[in-house]
């Protein structure tokens, strides 16, 4: 029972980083950019919803607007920093990228400080019991929010115009530009959304675990879940998300302890740390071993 | 209908594609742009279809004019609207995606009369029916250049340009392709410019031919003065 407690505590977890890494993947297809700055703009996020609520709106209309904010972030920081990039190494706009993460970090930290807020209750406080295992209402609407929004923009990005439009600039610029795709509206797009799944994903990352500037180190965690997926695909970073987050939870909760108590039986040794925090990137070195494109990736294949 | 004028290109500022070109292709005309690799015939199809900008290229110099409208700094996006369509080398299409998909995303600027036009292409390429649900990545060489062509005539356009269509496919395709290139001159009265490097059946339907050579128009002339000596020494000059 404890166990299955544990998985769906990472559920939870897992499918608020998938929608994190659903933005990662979906710039990185349309312009080939790896954006570091994903933890920043989950971080933001948590904290334009923060300030909204301290301003007195209700916190669930104040992720609202943060939401919306972020999109507008997201097409800002597209087209007054990297349109402007068009001709520069995609090595060099990943850079930029990377000083934008520590813009938004350092902006943060003036103005709300390096310590751990609390964060406005978005969901009712509360606990249900289903068959001898307990749920916070907060984990319940994570995993229901974060899965319904997941599925609504993989089927966006199938079935309607603009994901047709989004596909085409993600699998041939060059054919994109000829049938009359505005390629540059469509990176655009892809920012505008990308910034938006993250705010949401940074606000609930908040409402689970607090709010504080560390919270943009989820970037962090973003990368081995689009690796794990398959960096392409965006039911990759879904399935990829919920993976990393069931594995960490069950780190945390027992093969932690496990390792702890045999450490303190025989050594000296009291705690491991935060082995949790390991695993992604352990994942990360496992699956670039044993299948270097991810479970959902392909490999690059080319006629000769 | 097409003119340009003056026409110069670099490649990341350095590399001079294109010096001084003039060119016009007059309406309803079959216009040949021939020459060697590295003659100036694709930077000059980008050119037109202002897709330099996304490959590192220049207009240093000179203007494009599109029916008396200038199409200088124009995105590809504007070109393609007024009517000109760009079938690219390597056969560019979303391999990704279905063969319906490809053609669908074509009609994106052209909604307007899109299922009668779908019905036209599968009309000429009654083969992309079979393969409307199949992905694009899969299909052959002589396959691909059919849905490119196809995905061009989506765009509804007033002037076709081909880029090397005869590029990688056997003698039985490249027939195919010119056939069907001809068919949509008598048919719909389309102006087509085919950069070519290959020859003899382009020439049976060319009505002008332009020789490219180092970025320069070396020679412009009609087809019927144009024999396979003069190019060869065009070629190797």
Known sequence: ?????????????????????????????????????????????????????????HPALGLLIAVVLM???????QILILRPMLKAPVVAVMMVTLGILITFRAVCLFIWGPDQLAFPQLFPAGVIELGGIFMTYNYIAAVLLSSVLCAAF???????????????TADNTR????????????????????????????????????LSVNLSN???????????????????????????????ALTDGMLTPAIERVLREYTEIYSVGALQQVIPYALLVLVLLVRPQGIFGTRESERV | MLKVSGMSVRYDSVIVALNGIDFEAAEGRVVALLGPNGAGKSTLLKAVAGMLPFEQGDISDGR????????????????????????????????????????????????NGSSARLDL??????ILEEFLDRQAGLLSGGQLQMLVIGMALMLQPRLLMLDEPSLGLSPVMVQSVFEIVERLHRDLGMTVIVAEQTVPRLMQIADDVYVLSRGRVALHAPPGDINEERLQRLYLS
């Not at chain 1, 999109?71 to 920081?77: D, E, F, N, Q, R």
């Open chain 2, 64 to 111: 494009v004019a599109f029916n008396g409208a200038s199409l200088s700094g124009k995105p590809p996006a504007a070109i393609t609207r007024s009517g000109i369509a760009l079938v690219q080398d390597g056969r560019q299409c979303f391999r990704n995606l279905t063969v319906g998909e490809n053609l669908r995303a074509a009609s994106f600027r052209h909604p």
């Open chain 1, 175 to 210: 054919a994109a530009l000829a049938i009359g795709i505005d390629v540059s509206r469509q990176v655009t797009i892809a920012w505008v959304a990308s910034a938006m799944l993250a705010g949401l994903g940074g606000a609930l990352l908040a409402s689970l675990n607090g």
């Open chain 1, 218 to 248: 989820i970037g962090l965690v973003a990368f081995p879940v689009i690796v794990l997926g398959g960096m392409t695909s965006l039911v990759g970073a879904v399935v990829g998300g919920v993976v990393l987050g069931v594995l960490q």
């Open chain 1, 154 to 168: 993989l089927a966006f990005y199938r079935y309607t115009p603009l994901g047709l439009m989004q596909r085409c």
């Open chain 1, 1 to 57: 029972m404890f166990t299955l407690q544990l998985v769906i505590a990472g559920v939870a977890v897992g499918s608020v980083y998938a929608l994190i890494a659903l933005g990662i993947v979906l710039i990185y297809k349309c312009s080939g950019v790896v954006n570091f700055a994903q933890g920043g703009y989950a971080m933001l996020g948590a904290f334009f919803t923060y300030a909204l609520a301290q301003a007195g709106l």
């Open chain 2, 121 to 126: 292409v599968l009309s000429y390429f009654p």
């Open chain 1, 71 to 77: 999109g507008a972030v997201g097409a800002l920081t």
